[in-house]
């Protein structure tokens, strides 16, 4: 293990600014022993320990107090099981070189979200999700996992060994062990259609139910103070990889790059120095939409490049609710005078059986809010939230919101559970931070 000397490690800071700590030292562990031998001297001084990932969280939920693990040498794939369909990585894996290892075998995950920098430990600890399919999480396709609990154990859980502690730390929150290897289900790398077009308000939203019926993935931007929503369906296709249709390379770094990055930012810029401009801004972006239709290997058409720095709240509500929460939102914009830049993002997830998964026994509707990350969040985010808790949402965990235990707990059903599995793995509190005690006790 790399070490650092107490009080010479470098300050953790996340990637959008919103949360930063001062640990007290930082190791770089180069396998499980070394994580084991990081928590066993953390348990026996009483002290803490955090493994950090990438820091693409908004929330403190990783903030490490006492001593960080940096996730940088528990990298790459160990496993790969044709016959099982499954893929076994180490878990500080970041996710764009687990999709560009599984392209290299000729495979695939089902869904992903639309950022691949996350570790696979961060993103799936934290609730990671994209829109569609019959498996929208990260943490709902793994199958199996090994982690490191509050003594030093290193346990293997899956739906056979430890069904409970499975059932639990696919999402764990960092609150039951570190992560050290997760194992995913894969399927055969594929191709996916990507078709996005602009559409009037009332259009997407009477459209809404016929679009997630007919599409593999759904995807709504609504771009504020205007009638502007950009749709993104994307759809299996029977193809081999070397018969998709990518977009060519000047389009997608004019599209991508310079249109979705840097002039983004730059009409953001000016935006936070000039907040009347934004609405002008947004009706602009809304006349410029245009149709596009490309197909490629799904992690290039799921997952795109991020450049502009933000802050992000998101909340998943019942599915049948969502779009009348959405028309509730809109109306509460225009009661203010807020001046959002960003699109809100609409997405829809089928129900899944995580202990703490926001779409955990039911189907669910998430509604993403952002703001640049030099922005003021606090009023348009606080104001938001009470219509998403009214209408019975729950908080992205990675992304900002201001719920704690005493309400949280009412809106999971198996709440209990793992708070038991929790009590079981770290009755000492090793992977404990601030964030983790205002949101779990």
Avoid: C
């Amino acid at each position: 293990m790399s070490p650092h000397p107490p009080g010479t490690g470098p300050a953790w800071r996340n990637w959008s600014g919103t949360a930063a700590s001062a640990p007290r030292a930082v190791r770089t562990p180069t396998g499980t022993a070394d994580v084991v031998a990081a928590v066993r001297a953390a348990a026996e001084r009483g002290g803490t320990v955090k493994m950090v990932g990438t820091g693409h969280s908004f929330t403190a939920i990783s903030a490490p107090e006492d001593l960080m693990l940096r996730p940088d040498r528990l990298s790459g794939v160990v496993d790969v099981d044709r016959s099982a369909m499954t893929v076994t990585a180490l878990a500080g894996t970041p996710l764009h070189r687990f999709n560009a290892d599984l392209e290299r075998l000729g495979l695939s995950l089902h869904n992903m979200g639309d950022i691949a920098e996350q570790t696979l430990a961060g993103a799936t600890s934290t609730g990671t999700h994209g829109t569609g399919g019959v498996a929208a999480s990260l943490s709902a396709q793994v199958s199996g996992l090994e982690l490191v609990t509050g003594d030093g154990t290193v346990l293997w859980a899956d739906r056979d060994t430890e069904p409970e502690v499975f059932a639990a730390a696919r999402l764990g929150l960092g609150a039951l062990g570190i992560l050290t290897r997760l194992r995913f289900d894969v399927e055969p790398l594929g191709v996916l259609e990507a078709h996005e077009r602009p559409m009037r308000w009332a259009d997407a939203l009477a459209a809404y139910d016929d679009l997630t019926a007919g599409h593999h993935h759904t995807d709504l931007y609504w771009f504020p103070h205007t009638d502007a929503v950009l749709v993104k369906t994307d759809d299996r296709l029977d193809l081999e990889p070397g018969e998709a249709e990518p977009l060519g390379r000047l389009r997608r770094w004019v599209d991508d790059e310079l249109v979705a990055n840097t002039a983004f930012g730059a009409l953001n810029a000016v935006g936070n120095r000039a907040p009347g401009l934004v609405p002008r801004f947004n009706r602009l972006a809304g006349r410029l939409l245009s149709e596009r239709r490309y197909s490629d290997v799904p992690h290039r058409v799921f997952t795109s490049p991020r450049r502009v720095r933000f802050k992000e709240m998101e909340y998943a509500v019942p599915r049948a609710d969502g779009l009348a929460v959405l028309a509730e939102v809109r109306r509460l914009v225009e009661r203010n005078d807020w001046r959002i830049g960003f699109p809100v993002e609409v997405r829809h997830t089928p129900a899944d059986d995580l202990v703490l998964g926001t779409s955990s026994g039911r189907e669910s509707m998430y509604l993403a809010f952002h703001v640049n990350a030099a922005a003021d969040h606090r009023d348009y985010f606080g104001q938001v939230e009470r219509v998403l808790v009214a209408a019975g949402g729950r908080p992205h965990w990675g992304k900002l919101h201001s719920r704690t235990a005493s309400d949280l707990a009412a809106a999971y059903p198996r709440w209990a559970e793992f708070a038991s599995v929790r009590d079981r793995l770290d009755p000492q509190r090793v992977f404990d931070n601030d964030h983790l005690r205002r949101v779990l006790g």
